[in-house]
């Protein structure tokens, strides 16, 4: 695993967040943390800003979202979180010409259809030299499910595909591809792929794909009381059997994959 600032990221993320993402976003915080913050920061789709209130340990310059609720509980981390956070669309950034020297976006650009615009906006704002990190589903996502996976040993390819195309529906998922198509898009705006890493292992994804059943007491929690953990201890389990997809090794292929660039 990628080195990071030494923090339990996984214990962080367990305390109030949804057991399937828990697992899934304490990876992304061990990639994200190590990513340099030179300011000004950018942080494209903030949502509520809690995945950055763990990840980081300084203020990002703005957050940006689309979403009004999500927005409102992001601008009220202000300012240990963010110093200012606007509500836009990443493929019309609200921004001036290289008006950041960095710019961040943990699992948000797969969800939005026009990648071209996006990618060319963020390249845009970003000043030469400026580096763009994210973290992406990649073409293994759909079939590294678990689901997808028992389906295809017994032999019900059809079936194992159409789980993993319902995953990705369901996901809002429109970007599931592998390096060469990112970094030909990411070039395309002007930005140069300087590193890759794959993470999440199919054991990993497996696990993630099971807990999204384990985690129905979790859901009713959140729509009944607005809160996905009621007692930290019934996340105690979790936390005993994340543990080791926490600290696997990185793998060869994985389900979601780390990309940063930098601006031409």
Known sequence: MTASTGRDFLALQLADMAPHRALLRAVECRFMSTVP??????????????????????????????????????????????????QGSATDLPFADESFATVVSNCVI???????????????????????????????????????????????SRAANAYGDFFNRISFHHHVDPPEVWRQRFDRAGLTMTAHTYYFSRRAHHVFDLAHYLGLPNLVAKRTINRWVIHPVQMKPFKWWYRRYYDEPLPDQGAYQFVTCEKR
């Open 37 to 86: 913050l030179v300011h000004p920061a950018l942080d494209i789709g903030c949502g509520d800003g809690h995945f950055a209130s763990i990840a980081y340990q300084e203020p990002i310059d703005v957050g940006l979202d689309p979403m009004d609720r999500d927005l409102a509980e992001a601008a009220d981390r202000r300012p240990d979180v963010y110093r200012d956070v606007v």
């Open 110 to 156: 797969e969800h939005i259809q026009d990648i071209d615009k996006t990618l060319s906006e963020i390249s845009r704002v970003l000043r030469p030299g400026g580096n763009f990190a994210t973290t992406l589903p990649s073409e293994h996502y759909p079939d590294f499910l678990l689901g997808s996976t028992v389906l295809r040993r017994i032999g019900l």
